[in-house]
């Protein structure tokens, strides 16, 4: 599949999606979800998940499983009907590849799975940094820094997201040469949802290291996943 494609089958999977996201009052019962994560070392997983989890189990009443792509180790599922939701800010390796290798292995388990797009697409999402880049503008000059890129398709996506919110984006490796311009007053926001030991090496004494440290993304989050049908 070419790149071109890509692009027209994420377009007409988030069409998809948010088709259903109308509809969700006629849907009675919700579905369990399973969240796809990247995890760190080892399979390790950031505390902040536990809390969104817990939050959105407790506002669905449906069980809310993980998937750490980083785990060596098995990964059952409990579920039998479940919402698949990628946490990815960018349409990079991981969606384009891991992500439908994980919806093929729980669809010969038997577990009816409906894939919604990656998180960084929903304009719910997005409408969420708008408000924040509004706030941050009034006293710093924001820069969205995210990890090198190696795909157009992502490319593609900052360059979109850049236009949408009004200001730069740049690779974290570029961070440097905005430290060189002091009087513009640069403020770093890692685009990432959990730390990372690179975001917390850009992290400025009033500055944070990831989005989901932030109060509003992250019930942003838990409101988001709380309402799928």
């Known amino acids: 599949m070419n790149k071109s494609s890509n692009n027209l089958s994420f377009l007409k999977n988030l069409e998809s999606f948010e088709g259903t996201q109308k509809k969700k009052n006629k849907v009675f019962s919700k579905r369990d979800i399973r969240l796809i994560i990247h995890g760190s070392k080892n399979g390790f997983v950031h505390p902040i998940m536990d809390i969104i989890i817990n939050q959105v189990q407790k506002r669905r009443g449906k069980l ?6 980083t785990e060596n180790s098995y990964q059952t599922s409990l ?14 390796t991981h969606v384009r590849i ?7 292995r729980l669809k010969n388990e ?3 799975s409906k894939l919604t797009p990656y998180i960084g697409s929903w304009n719910n999402w997005i409408n ?8 941050e503008q009034k006293s710093v000059t924001p820069v969205l820094l995210h990890h090198p890129l190696r795909s157009k398709i992502a490319s593609d996506h900052m360059l979109f997201l850049g236009n949408r919110l009004g200001i730069q984006t740049a690779s974290w490796t570029e961070w440097d040469k905005f430290l060189e311009k002091p009087s513009m007053n ?5 685009y990432t949802l959990l730390p990372t030991a690179k975001t917390k090496s850009l992290n400025r004494k009033d500055s944070i290291s990831s989005l989901l440290e932030i109060k ?3 019930n942003g989050l838990i409101n988001l996943l709380s309402e799928l049908p």
Do not use: Q
């Not at 891991?98 to 093929?104: A, E, I």
């Not at 969420?128 to 509004?134: A, P, S, T």
């Open 64 to 69: 809310v499983e993980l998937e750490v792509l």
């Open 79 to 92: 579920s039998k009907f479940i919402w698949l939701v990628p946490l990815f800010l960018l349409p990079g």
């Open 98 to 104: 891991d992500v439908p290798l994980v919806r093929n």
């Open 110 to 112: 038997l577990i009816n």
């Open 128 to 135: 969420i940094l708008v408000e924040m880049i509004k706030v």
């Open 186 to 190: 640069y403020y770093p926001i890692p």
């Open 216 to 218: 509003s993304f992250r």
